[in-house]
């Protein structure tokens, strides 16, 4: 008996029965958010399972073709296969799809796109007009078909429908006469013409539940493991671990706060404001159990402005909920994220892994906010993080943190899921009150819950400087000598460098945005110990670090407040704590003006230099309304263009095709100065240029784009540059050929 295969150690029987087991537990997760989008929609229930069931079912039919089973021979042998005579086999699969679609449509028509023959054909491979990511088979010829194996596969795909009460559709197709790639085009060149006659939200909502299934089903039955959709976890194992933290740092655990309660009992969307070290994280973390528990179980999703404000939340909730239910995406892993990954290459596991990860399928997720707003512009694996948004729990923190352009995205991006059961927490220390009405209107059945039983608390008194930091180097070494832990922050990474071996003989910390990701964990850790702490804008949002003193440049007045909150974070009025304000140099306002607006830190530094220095939370606040008051939301830079992007980069794509171009100006979703790449300083070739791209991610450290241009070049994919890297600095835009460090001395 003649065996075919679908992995190297699955038969093809043997893989589709395990999808098939998963897709039943994926779609059970599903099901209220299918039941609700038919209703939106109008659309059968059971024909859209049927239609789903099929995706399944034919997904990987294509593979009994003789290059496809040849390379499954070399791979289970360990021999050699040259992998440029295979044959994509999602493109025999798309021919059976699409017949199966037309008789599926003979009995009950729910769409004249055929949508599911498109997520069959585009399940490992993106799909766009020019068909760009399958060039090898344009010039291939169409391949042996096994037609036993086909006919032995269709035989098992009835025996599966038939369990679920269905009767598959007889398909009569001679595919060794058809050219599927041709096929494939013909439909697309159809489907504008097709498309304007639909519903864009109604086709793309189809479409996502379509093909996000058929992928989830298809991950985990590769992987021959059941599917972890929701987190179990209750309010008392959170309580319990929060004692147990206070245990940890001598501190008694008085409950929850009010805030927190508030937090904990509140079902729908909620916009919360309270100052820094108010337990913001721990009560966003019980409002999520709470409305996912209420949603029949839900994913979590916490969205944050920075890759290391990120890190850190996600070390916090594995140990709420455990690491092995804890993904962590952000851009640090886009390299490896955007290329290829085919399941039926070596290291498949280690890259599902990855994949689990960065498409939000880990029952929560940690990771940047712009993991999601890309799935707006149809990048990566997009269908994947939208279905698992859909009908989630998000929580956005930090959401002052973000420029225009950003913010009007993250707009558009709460209505699109909004309409989709979504849930939302937006969360921020220092909200204008102009952002929250702006929140208001898209979320009207919001709940604004405020911590007003720390407005009164004071942490630290305020000075103002009317000179730039690096002329008080004496003062600050003072300080550090009278035992004052001291941080220090500053608003670009060259001044971040230049104090840091100021402050070479205390032992100073250097924190920035360039250092490799395997340095940057290793500075985090040692914060704690730290006398004194040089940064950049990093150390602005959530990260769980407390000082004496902060000695800083002037920025926005919610940045100042958010730096101001990582001294005496626990309002301890014997510490004496003190904020000293300086000046922002040259750099600094053409980092902040034209982003935000014109003399922002000017009016800053004069609101600060007006006030007294016995400021409260309920201060701060009134300083940041004030600063604000002449710089409505509606007019910051490219907010306007922004509430339009989103929608207009999906209808470009006919809401369900891919983005396989490069990212255009308007598919940003940061504004930045300078477009960034990640690279590998060229000092760790010998380290990396083996390793797996797992690994290799932890030295990554991102550039500007104009100067990796200059300076890099690719090994084998690997994109390496000449510059200076240090262990304990970071890397300087100077390219060198002795890489030495300037400290000569391991971190720590």
């Known amino acids: 008996m003649t065996f075919y295969y679908a992995k190297p150690d699955q038969t093809y029987k043997e893989h589709l029965a395990s999808v098939y087991d998963a897709w039943k537990d994926i779609v059970q997760c599903k099901r209220l958010l299918i039941k609700r989008m038919s209703e939106k929609y109008s659309f059968s229930m059971e024909r859209f399972m049927k239609g789903s069931l099929m995706t399944v079912v034919l997904h990987d039919i294509g593979k009994n073709i003789e290059p496809f089973q040849k390379m499954m021979d070399a791979l289970r042998n360990e021999t050699k296969f040259d992998r440029r005579k295979n044959y994509r086999h999602e493109l025999i699969s798309f021919n059976l799809a699409f017949s199966a679609w037309v008789e599926l449509n003979k009995e009950n028509k ?92 109604r086709v793309r909502t189809l479409f996502v539940l379509l093909k996000g299934i058929l992928l989830y089903a298809d991950w985990y039955g590769s992987s021959n493991t059941r599917v972890r959709y929701k987190v179990n976890t209750q309010k008392d194992q959170i309580l319990d671990v929060l004692n147990k933290r206070c245990q940890e740092k001598n501190i008694k655990f008085m409950g929850l706060t009010l805030f927190q309660q508030k937090l904990s009992e509140q079902e729908g969307h909620v916009i919360a404001v309270a100052p820094t070290g108010s337990g913001k994280t721990e009560g966003s973390i019980l409002w999520a159990i709470k409305n996912s528990s209420d949603m029949g179980g839900s994913k979590i999703i ?86 698992n948004a859909a009908n989630s729990v998000i929580i956005l923190d930090e959401i002052h943190a973000y420029d225009g352009w950003t913010l009007g995205l993250i707009i558009s991006m709460i209505k699109h899921f909004a309409q989709l059961g979504t849930r939302f927490l937006l969360m921020s220390a220092t909200m204008p009150e102009s952002i929250i009405s702006l929140f208001q209107k898209i979320l009207p059945t919001s709940t604004v819950i405020k911590d007003t039983e720390l407005l009164d608390k004071k942490r630290s008194k305020y000075f103002t400087k009317d000179k730039f930091i690096e002329e008080d180097i004496a003062e600050i070494k003072e300080a550090i000598e009278k035992g004052h832990r001291i941080l220090v922050v500053v608003n670009t990474v060259e001044k971040c460098q230049i104090l840091a071996m100021e402050f070479k003989d205390y032992n100073a910390v250097c924190y ?10 290793t500075i985090e850790e040692s914060f704690e110990k730290a006398r004194i702490v040089i940064a950049t804008q990093i150390v602005e949002v959530s990260l769980d670090i407390d000082f004496d003193w902060l000695f800083t440049e002037c920025a926005p007045p919610d940045a100042l407040a958010q730096r101001a909150g990582r001294v005496n974070r626990r309002r301890d009025p014997s510490r004496n704590s003190r904020i000293f304000i300086y000046k922002a140099d040259t750099k600094a306002e053409k980092i902040y003006n034209p982003i935000n607006a014109p003399k922002i830190l000017e009016k800053s530094f004069a609101e600060f230099k007006q006030a007294h220095s016995d400021l409260n939370e309920k201060d701060l606040l009134t300083i940041v309304e004030s600063v604000y008051r002449d710089y409505p939301v509606e007019e910051r830079e490219g907010f306007s263009e922004a509430l339009t992007q989103y929608e207009q980069s999906q209808k470009n794509r006919l809401a369900i095709l891919d983005n396989v171009s490069p990212r255009d100006e308007l598919e940003q979703t940061r504004m930045t100065k300078y477009e960034t790449v990640n690279v590998i300083p060229y000092c760790f070739f010998t380290e990396v240029y083996e390793s797996t791209p797992k690994e290799r991610k932890w030295y990554e450290v991102k550039i500007p784009y104009w100067y990796a241009k200059k300076h890099s070049r690719l090994h084998d994919g690997v994109l390496f540059c000449h510059l200076t890297y240090d262990r304990k600095l970071g890397a300087f835009l100077k390219p060198e050929d002795n890489f030495c460090s300037l400290y000569n001395a391991p971190i720590g």
């Open 302 to 387: 916490y969205l944050l402005p920075t890759m290391a404000t990120a890190n850190s939340i996600w070390s916090r909730l594995c140990a709420f909920f455990g690491e092995e239910n804890v993904g962590l995406t952000h851009s640090s892993a886009n390299l490896i994220f955007e290329s290829e990954i085919d399941h039926e290459t070596s290291e498949r596991d280690e890259k599902r892994n990855l994949l689990f990860d960065q498409s939000f399928i880990r029952p929560v997720t940690v990771g940047t906010v712009d993991q999601l707003l890309t799935s707006g512009f149809n990048m990566g694996k997009w269908v994947l993080k939208e279905i």
């Open 110 to 201: 729910y769409s004249i796109c055929p949508l599911e023959a498109l997520a069959v054909a585009g399940h490992h491979r993106p799909i766009d007009f020019d068909l760009s990511s399958f060039q090898r088979e344009k010039i291939s010829d169409l391949p042996i078909v096994y037609e036993d194996g086909i006919k032995e596969a269709l035989d098992f795909a009835g025996q599966i429908f038939s369990k679920e009460g269905w009767q598959f559709p007889q398909l009569v197709q001679e595919l060794s006469k058809a050219n599927a790639l041709r096929e494939l085009k013909k439909l697309l060149d159809f489907l504008p013409g097709l498309l304007k006659k639909e519903d864009y939200d």
């Open 512 to 521: 920035h945005s360039r250092f490799i990701a395997k340095d940057r964990k």
